[in-house]
C-alpha cells in the first residue's frame, strides 16, 4: 500500500522591514531561505519594494505551518500580515527555492504592483504568479 503525500498548500504574506535593505542584506535572507527551504521541500517567490515584503511560500503543510512560525519571530520584520492560506494540487513556484524579484525587475517589466501591502489576497497571488514568468527572477 503506498504512501499518501502530506496535503501541499500555498501561503502568501507580506511584511515591513525593520530598515532599509540594499542587495547585500537581501542576498543574505535568500541564502538562509533558500538551504532552509531545500532541506523542507519548500519553493516559493520574494518580492521586495520599498521596505516591504511580499513573499510565496508552497510545500507540505506541516513544513510550511512551520517555516510560517519561523518567519512570525524573524526580528528583522513586522506587521507581518497572512493574506492567503489554501491547499493546492500543484506548485506554481517550483523553479524556485526561493526566487527573487526585486524592485527595479518589477519597474523594468513594468509590472503595476502599487503598495504590496495594501493587496487583496487575489491581487497577491496574481503579482506573484505574473512575477514567475519573468526571466528576471533570480
Not at 524556485?96 to 503598495?115: C, F, H, I, P, T
Request: aromatic share 8%; net charge negative.
Amino acid at each position: 500500500m503506498s504512501q499518501k503525500s502530506p496535503p501541499m498548500v500555498e501561503l502568501i504574506y507580506y511584511s515591513h522591514s525593520i530598515s532599509v535593505l540594499n542587495a547585500e542584506d537581501v542576498a543574505l535572507i535568500l541564502e538562509g531561505a533558500r538551504e532552509k527551504n531545500s532541506g523542507m521541500d519548500i519553493t516559493g517567490l520574494l518580492i521586495y519594494k520599498g521596505g516591504c515584503f511580499l513573499q510565496v511560500i508552497e510545500g507540505p503543510r506541516d513544513k510550511i505551518n512551520q517555516l510560517f512560525q519561523s518567519i512570525s519571530h524573524d526580528a528583522r520584520h513586522f506587521d507581518i500580515t497572512l493574506v492567503c492560506y489554501r491547499e493546492t494540487d500543484r506548485r506554481n513556484f517550483e523553479a524556485w527555492r526561493m526566487g527573487y524579484l526585486d524592485e527595479q525587475a518589477l519597474a523594468a517589466q513594468d509590472l503595476q504592483v502599487g503598495n504590496l501591502d495594501a493587496l487583496t489576497a487575489s491581487e497577491a497571488r496574481n503579482i506573484l504568479l505574473d512575477a514567475a514568468s519573468l526571466e528576471e527572477v533570480t
